[in-house]
């Protein structure tokens, strides 16, 4: 099994950015796939999570500004970010959900088993 991140870089405040998360080892839409953050000094966040059927799930604070999406038949999950902040500066890692066609996957660490290297993601005013 395994997670490949790619996309970070450098984004304006106020720019988007597109994240993907390449699957493979497994059959990708079994998991769900989830997306975490940690920026310098601070613990890891959780932004979003797809499970299995599709259905998707959005950290409080960042709905509105992330959007997952996937294509099968890539086996590629994206992480959509629009008006990006500051704060917004972390490496971001995608990771997988430890349970098969369920239950959903809560924005929490412990429900997810492999990890990917992550990806930098640098918000520039």
């Known amino acids: 099994v395994q997670l490949v991140e790619s996309g970070g870089g450098s984004v304006e405040v106020g720019g988007s950015l597109k994240l993907s998360c390449e699957t493979s080892g497994y059959h990708h839409t079994v998991y769900c796939v989830g997306w975490f953050r940690q920026a310098p000094g601070k613990e890891r966040e959780a932004v979003a999570s797809i499970n299995s059927d599709g259905t998707t799930t959005y950290a409080d604070s960042l709905k509105g500004r992330f959007e997952l999406s996937r294509d099968t038949a890539k086996n590629t999950v994206y992480l959509q970010m629009i008006k990006a902040k500051p704060e917004d500066t972390a490496v971001y890692y995608c990771?997988?959900?430890?349970?098969?066609?369920?239950?959903?996957?809560?924005?929490?660490?412990?429900?997810?088993?492999?990890w990917g290297q992550g990806t930098q993601v640098t918000v520039t005013s």
């Open positions: 990771a997988r959900g430890r349970w098969p066609y369920g239950p959903v996957c809560r924005l929490e660490g412990a429900d997810f088993d492999y």
